[in-house]
């Protein structure tokens, strides 16, 4: 049994969203079945009796605000104390410095197409290692809110996961117990909600997760997985938007595999679905999770590639459709859209809902919902309307490339 | 195994929303582990081994919309050709009524006080038996969203659930493999949200379930259970408003046992709990769940008086707070709590999530959610605020009366 059992703050789809800590006190004993869920692929698979049981074992180690940015949130041992460049040996060095690159870069790009608006920064720390920078810009001229977050976490998976994660026998023979495998997660997560109904919301999102080889569980290996995805979701379409966004995705696809772009894109369209409506938030883009069967160096190159693809896939859009004039019919579509975007954060991320259960960092989970988001019942749209065209669109994803 | 799993449009913190009915095909193959989620009694408890593999197990029969409202939506059987009256004598029947008279009156009452808003019904049945009246009040001249449902289901619980409601071993000698438990479940559930920020939101919720005998397992009595509440969230707390609903909430609870509204009191401190924010979503009434350990005509009849209840707590505050001007900064406010709302409902209230993830009408489900929202990143109140005091009592539950 872990000694106890700690969430991150990662707001995001990912499974580095459930990693955990050890730094502080013991709460495990009703801690029994957490596995970590991941998407689609069953390498890592939640086999929890009850989610209940496993949230009332899970705690919060609360996080210590930073006066200052450190160099790296890693520990010494993975390199904090060195310079992180793209040199540094370790690839969780190197994700490291890829995630906190784009975080700057987005951020920039981000406030010269606002103008007006600034990020406000929030840095802070967890004793047992790890921490993040929150990113927000709120109420600018073009983004109702915006926010880039990175996180770092260092945490213990129970041995129950890693076997589930492992898919074999490791320590289960009977007299071995096994002791928690630490881990090592690192991601950034964005979601930019502009004020224009015609400019569409982005978000994304790239992880690394990475296994430590247990020390009291003989013969389990590191094991390394990369996760993310880029996605769109406007209130209008603008097919020339969509097509340039799906292109720019596949552009960074193919430099790395020709199967990435039709199979993240699918992976995409079936995992950001609202269910209960049968519809998708949005128009899609990529999405991949637990992906380890590639060479672990391209990996890390395609998903940097990707994170470099934000700025030319999304700035284009929002600078293009910030200043079309509308209407409070169109405000209110949106509004819609956006109560639409809520549900999907709230009841089916499952970042977002393993976070707000087991704790973390609520302000940096919750900064996807938008500021304002709308309600109506029973609200019906008039076949062949703009309206009608979107809606159809989220529920039969289209090839747009 | 049951044949088929179909839930309910009960959109509320009831057992009675994971009612489910039979009349549809067969999809039961992965199904294994549902039995009833309640609340803080153990005595529906939800075992699933994987909430997920119960939703994917689960579908929707499409419920059918209705020219007319019937005179009953019970099945023959529990007497719906007869005129339902209170001298009926099936429970069910009763209740049924009961739901339906208080529909009415506080349909009456709030279109009185709104003044310019009517409510939309919408009449739907499903084949299997059972159904609902849905009225919607939407952008009135004080409501900014008024729903107050009624249903009746007809359904089959699996023998697991009944097992674990049961807290024996019915059929669980080996060789005796026992069907599917019917059930009946009807309910009344309500969200009010005023416009004005001095006006609060009010949610009341009544409902009773009950199993039928199975005639293929020998022995298994006919159970009942029932459950509600009613509740405040205002945005800001006006003592005197406060101290009015409980006192009329403690008035009903007294007419029947001096032990109740202490204990449902409590019962609802603890269940609309936010948990990730450490806080209420308001400043709590009633509530309890699973109830069976009294006369059965006894909880009728206290369910009645809380429903008729309900206008005498309520009305009066809106009518004192619903013409109070206020600033754009206490309507931010207000719209910020509405946030919060929206995440209790999205997140824990367990009618809505199970409704949602099960299927069900959706309309009715989300009627709960306000018409607008806000969330802002890291919203800071100043100690001594009204904002802040209100936030305070949703932390520290206070006693009122």
Redesign the interface.
Known sequence: MPTAVLPTTLPTTSKSSYAVTTASATFSTKFRHLTFSSSSTPSLR???????LLVRAVAIEKEVPEEQRPDSFLRESDGASSTISSSSPSVRARFEKMIRDAQDDVCAALEVVDGAGKF?E?VWSRPGGGGGISR?L?NGAVFE?A?VNVSVVYGVMPPEAYRAAKGASVGNDGDVKPGPVPFFAAGISSVLHPKNPFAPTLHFNYRYFETDAPKDTPGAPRRWWFGGGTDLTPAYIFEEDVKHFHSVQKQACDKFDPTFYPRFKKWCDDYFVI???NERRGLGGIFFDDLNDYDQEMLLGFSTECAKSVIPAYIPIVEKRKDIPFTEQQKDWQ?LRR?RY??FN??YDRGT?F???T?GR??S???S??????????HQLKEGTEEWKLLDACINPKEWI
């Not at 919902?369 to 029973?378: D, F, I, K, M, V």
């Open positions: 939640l086999r929890s009796r009850s989610r209940s406000k929030d927000v709120q809110k926010g269910k209960h409506r509004q109560g809520v549900e709230l009841v809902t976070g707000l259960k704790g609520i302000e989970i919750l900064v919902l938008p500021l304002t988001a709308r309600w109506e019942y029973n």
